[in-house]
């Protein structure tokens, strides 16, 4: 059994869907499915949860029809079948009226995540009965019966291993079977949902828990690049990735891969495939356990970074002092990425400043606290970067761009740079001149 994901892009329009059909059947071993919604429908959901929020009816309804006019598009245009088309049409509608009736509830957590996730919901229902219809038979399973994420960052394997497989047994036999990312059952069994682009972290949970031989994410790039093409010329796509490498990339900006999506499958080193729709013959990226090369692989950004310097003249030859700082984001559940020290003073960064008021306000009791935002992290990754002999180079980027923060050997794989978000794209294209293309010989 292996798993393949498809994202928002790949399920996006008709024509792409067709993509998706040709994939599926290529080759003959059994598969799940795993679909994200429509391009644009997940950020469509969410401006329908702040109409429900703030008891906006109209804009409601307005949206709601929107969104059932979007899928009959869809449908008139995939389906040839007048019968089929209006089979679907009808199941939509029905999916559409449910919609109208949670809208009408109280909002709550669980009626956002109910919402939120409907564009999964309505995507595979017309993908499974378009591919059912012209004889490539399916089966739709539902996701919350048996995607049970305990907390957000805490998928119960086991319980997904034994009601999918329980499923699975009950169900008629499929070599192919399609179900919805992002969406799950949290620990009181509430319907919730992952994070944004969760949807490759549902198909690796899947394959952990089925003990698939691989999973693959279909996305819109022909693979992990070794550095951002929207900023970047001549990057390349990188062969082989470890799992911590693409872990560190992940949480470091690159947007191909949900931060949490290796994790599921660490242990039981089953690879992660990142193809692409659109050519589905490229090679990818493959990401598993084997090291092929050490050093520098790649280099990624991750913006919205707020970096907070405190100091105080009581840290010197103190000790007790970081952990006191410490308890205060662990207090307010915030976590650090990067810290680097003085002995009268420690910098960090956080992304999350939903509680940074409150964090700073408790500190500013004993310290001096300043706040920058606006902040990009920028990260290089790759086993032992830090031995690699052209790693040096990063350096030379003291000369030409200001750098509040550089962490390095907390790790053998990575280095971190932090840089005002106005000189990320500069920082990015210095990098790659001098780690990547004066190493390959296109720069003299
Ligand atoms: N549809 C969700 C999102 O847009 C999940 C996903 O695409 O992976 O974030
Ligand atoms: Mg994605």
Known sequence: MKILKFGG???????????????????????????????????????????????????????????ESKHYDVIDQLIEEQGVKNTLKDGVSAIITEMFEISSQEYSETVNSKIVTYGETLLTYIFSGFLNAINITNVLLDAKEFMYVDAVDNPNINKVAKKLTKILE???????????????????????????????YTATIIGSALDASEVQIWTDIDGLH?????????????????????????????KILHPQTVSPVVGKDIPVLLKNTFDPEAPGTVISNKTYKKGLKAISAKDGITAIKIKSNRMLMAHGYLRRI???????NTSIDMITTSEIAISLTIDNTSNLDEIVKEIQGY???TVEQEHSIICIVGESVINDKNSYRLFEILNYIPVRMVSYGGSNNNISILVDTKDKIPTLRFLNEKLFQIQEGVVA
Not at 39 to 44: A, F, I, K
Not at 226 to 235: A, E, F
């Open 9 to 67: 892009t790949s399920v996006g329009s008709v024509e792409n869907l067709h993509r998706v059909r040709e994939i599926l059947t290529a080759d003959q071993e059994d598969k799940i499915v795993v679909c994200s919604a429509m391009s644009g429908v997940t950020d469509q959901l969410l401006r329908l949860v702040e109409n429900i929020k703030y008891g906006d009816a109209e804009a409601v309804t307005r949206n709601l029809h929107k969104l």
């Open 170 to 200: 009950d169900n008629i036999q499929s070599k192919i079977y399609i179900t919805q990312g992002f969406v799950c059952r949290d620990e009181a069994g509430q319907i919730s949902h992952l994070k944004r682009g969760g949807s490759d």
């Open 226 to 254: 070794n550095n951002d093409p929207r900023y970047v010329d001549q990057t390349h796509p990188i062969a082989h990735l470890t799992y911590n490498e693409a872990a560190e990339l992940a949480y470091f900006g690159a």
């Open 326 to 332: 410490f308890e205060v984001f662990d207090n307010f």
């Open 367 to 369: 310290a001096e606290v």
